[in-house]
Nanobody, 123 residues
Framework: QVQLVESGGGLVQAGGSLRLSCAAS????????MGWFRQAPGKEREFVAA????????YYADSVKGRFTISRDNAKNTVNLQMNSLKPEDTAVYYC????????????????WGQGTQVTVSS
């Protein structure tokens, strides 16, 4: 298990950008696939993006492809989510998560979660 703490959320106008960061504790960070999920009020938690621990390959939800970029720095135990061209429908609490799986977008496969950070995009 790793402990995760997100930061970087806030209020931004539509079309703007935000960068979320997730700091992980533990010496085995590099062996975890890291993901970002989000949950809007009244909606289920949904997958946003993930980066595999083995290949470094990234994959995204269709709704954010071309706008969001996930990256990781194993030396600093951090994973980031650069969000550009934000839309009001991106408003949600964003969660960082970790899994031992090589590749998955299923929330139930992620065993460690952060507390979440609020992102609000105004129109």
């Amino acid at each position: 298990q790793v402990q995760l703490v997100e930061s970087g959320g806030g209020l931004v106008q539509a079309g703007g950008s935000l960068r979320l960061s997730c700091a992980a504790s533990g010496r085995t960070f590099s062996s975890y696939t890291m993901g970002w999920f989000r949950q809007a009020p009244g909606k289920e938690r949904e997958f946003v993006a993930a980066i595999s621990w083995m290949s470094g390959r990234t994959y995204y939800a269709d709704s954010v492809k071309g706008r969001f970029t996930i990256s990781r720095d194993n030396a600093k135990n951090t994973v980031n989510l650069q969000m550009n061209s934000l839309k009001p429908e991106d408003t949600a609490v964003y969660y960082c998560a970790a899994t031992r799986s090589l590749r998955t977008s299923e929330a139930e496969d992620f065993g460690s979660w952060g507390q979440g950070t609020q992102v609000t995009v105004s129109s």
